[in-house]
């Protein structure tokens, strides 16, 4: 699913700030908060590796619910030089697109005409 030296230096990286490698290595809910270019993204995609590495066996997958459409392309862009391929199984898109790909569409057929 990734690549595993990839994701060691990332978080190798990501140890330097305490609160960076919490939330990486939370595996429960976590909120980061921050200011801009203080490295929420990289904090983001690099638990996303982590997590699709070590807990997420298949079939389960992620989804990743973003707010617009050039952060969904950032993420799977980040994710893929972390060695993630998110066009498997796991989602990383808006809302709408999710409810569209994941609900709408997938369940349309149970709706008779």
Known sequence: MSNHITLQQALS????????FEAVQSKSHCVVL???GSGKTKTLTTAIARTLHEEVIAPRAIACITYN??????????????GVMTQDRNFIGTVH????TQIIIPYARCIED
């Open 34 to 36: 921050a200011g801009p």
């Open 69 to 82: 459409n050039e952060c969904a392309i950032e993420l799977e862009n980040r994710l893929t030089r972390l």
């Open 97 to 100: 697109s999710f409810a569209l």
């Open 13 to 20: 990286e990501l140890e330097k700030n305490k609160e960076q």
